[in-house]
C-alpha cells in the first residue's frame, strides 16, 4: 500500500472511529478484497445484477481524461442504494518504471445521503470484476465438458482470468502466449501451465485474451469450430485484439451494444465492414432471452463498465459488513 493511503480495516478489527473533526473511512485493500469476495462470490453478484435487468443501475458514459502519463478514467454507477464512481489512470509507460499500469481508488457512498461508505483498491476492483464477468462469459457460452484453455497475456489480468476461469470450468490443458519468451515462461512456471506451441490455437476449447495489444493477436481461421472466445484488453476505438476471422460468422456477445460500438475497435470494424450484424447483450445471454448456439463459435467481448465495479463493490461491502459482526 502506498505511502498516505488509508488502512485497511481487517475483519473482526474496531469498526472506525467518528470525531467531529475527522473520519476514518473504511479501506479494502488488494488481499482483502481477494479474500473478502472469492471469484464465485463475484462471479455471482455480476450475474445478480444482470437477472435484475438494466433499470437496476443507472451508469452514465465514462470520462476520460488525458493526464502527461497517460489518461484517467472517471466511472460512476448508482442503485436504490448506493452511488460509486472509480477514478481508474492508465499509464502504459509505468510497467518499464517497475510500477503498476493501472492506478486508482473506488469510493462507494450512500446514496441518498451521499456520505461515503467505503474505499477500495481500484486496480485490485478491475482485477476481480473483469475476470469474474469473463468467468461468467465462459460459464455461459462454452460447453461443460470443454478441457483446453489458451491465454493470451502474461500480466495481472492474465493471472486473474486462469483463476476465474478456473472456478467455472475444469481444464486438464492449459497454455500461455505472450510477447516476450522470458515473461511468457516465467508466467508459465509460477502458475504451473505450458508456454503455447504453434499448434495449439486449433485444439484449444476457450482463447482468453488479457493484453493491450492494438492489433489483433492471432488469426482466427485456425480456431476450432466450437471455440468460446473471451477479449477485454481495451477499451479504445484504435485498438483490436481480434481479427475479421473471428467475428465472421460467430455468435458475438457485448456487455451492452451501444457502449461496445462505440469503445470496442473489433465491434465497430466488424459491424462497418458486414462482417457481423447487431451484436448480443450479455444479459439476453444470462436471462435465457436468447439461446447460445453451439454450432457456432461464440466470442464475447468486453470493454469494462461501471455498472460492473459497482455489483463488485456492493457485494464488497456486504461482505465486509458481515465480517465486523
Not at 464465485?40 to 437496476?56: C, E, K, V, W
Not at 436504490?80 to 462507494?108: D, E, M, Q, W
Not at 476471422?245 to 451501444?258: F, P, S
Request: proline share 9%; charged share 20%; aromatic share 4%.
Amino acid at each position: 500500500m502506498s505511502a498516505g493511503s488509508p488502512a485497511p480495516i481487517w475483519p473482526g478489527s474496531s469498526a472506525p472511529r467518528t470525531t467531529e473533526r475527522t473520519t476514518m473511512l473504511p479501506y479494502l485493500d488488494a488481499d482483502l478484497l481477494n479474500r473478502l469476495l472469492p471469484f464465485p462470490q463475484a462471479i455471482t453478484a455480476l450475474r445478480n445484477t444482470l437477472q435484475d435487468g438494466p433499470p437496476a443501475v443507472t451508469a452514465p458514459v465514462r470520462t476520460t481524461a488525458e493526464a502527461p502519463g497517460g489518461h484517467v478514467l472517471i466511472m460512476p454507477a448508482a442503485d436504490r442504494n448506493l452511488f460509486g464512481v472509480k477514478i481508474a489512470g492508465v499509464a502504459p509507460g509505468n510497467p518499464a518504471k517497475g510500477l503498476p499500469r493501472i492506478t486508482g481508488t473506488y469510493l462507494l457512498y450512500d446514496a441518498d445521503t451521499l456520505h461515503p461508505i467505503l474505499a477500495i483498491d481500484g486496480p485490485a476492483l478491475t482485477l476481480r470484476r473483469t475476470a469474474a464477468l469473463s468467468a461468467l462469459a465462459v460459464d455461459a457460452l462454452a460447453p461443460q465438458d470443454i478441457s483446453r484453455l489458451l491465454i493470451y497475456g502474461t500480466g495481472p489480468q492474465a493471472a486473474a482470468h486462469l483463476e476465474a476461469l478456473r472456478t467455472v470450468r475444469h481444464f486438464q490443458s492449459v497454455a500461455v502466449s505472450g510477447r516476450t519468451p522470458q515473461r511468457t515462461r516465467a508466467f508459465a512456471d509460477d502458475h504451473e501451465i505450458d508456454v503455447a506451441g504453434p499448434d495449439d490455437l486449433p485444439q484449444v476449447d476457450v482463447v482468453t485474451c488479457c493484453t493491450s495489444a492494438t492489433t489483433p493477436l492471432f488469426d482466427g481461421r485456425h480456431l476450432s469450430r466450437h471455440a468460446t472466445v473471451v477479449a477485454m484488453g481495451s477499451h479504445t476505438p484504435d485498438a483490436r485484439e481480434l481479427d475479421s476471422h473471428t467475428l465472421r460468422g460467430a455468435q458475438v456477445i457485448v456487455e451492452e451494444v451501444t457502449t461496445a460500438t462505440r469503445e470496442a475497435a473489433d465491434i465497430a470494424d466488424a459491424l462497418a465492414s458486414g462482417d457481423i450484424t447487431k451484436p448480443l447483450p450479455l444479459n439476453e445471454i444470462v436471462t435465457g432471452q436468447t439461446p447460445v448456439q453451439p454450432d457456432r463459435q461464440r466470442v464475447f467481448r468486453s470493454v469494462g463498465m461501471a455498472w460492473e465495479d459497482l455489483a463488485i463493490a456492493k457485494a464488497a461491502l456486504t461482505h465486509w459488513r458481515a465480517a465486523q459482526e
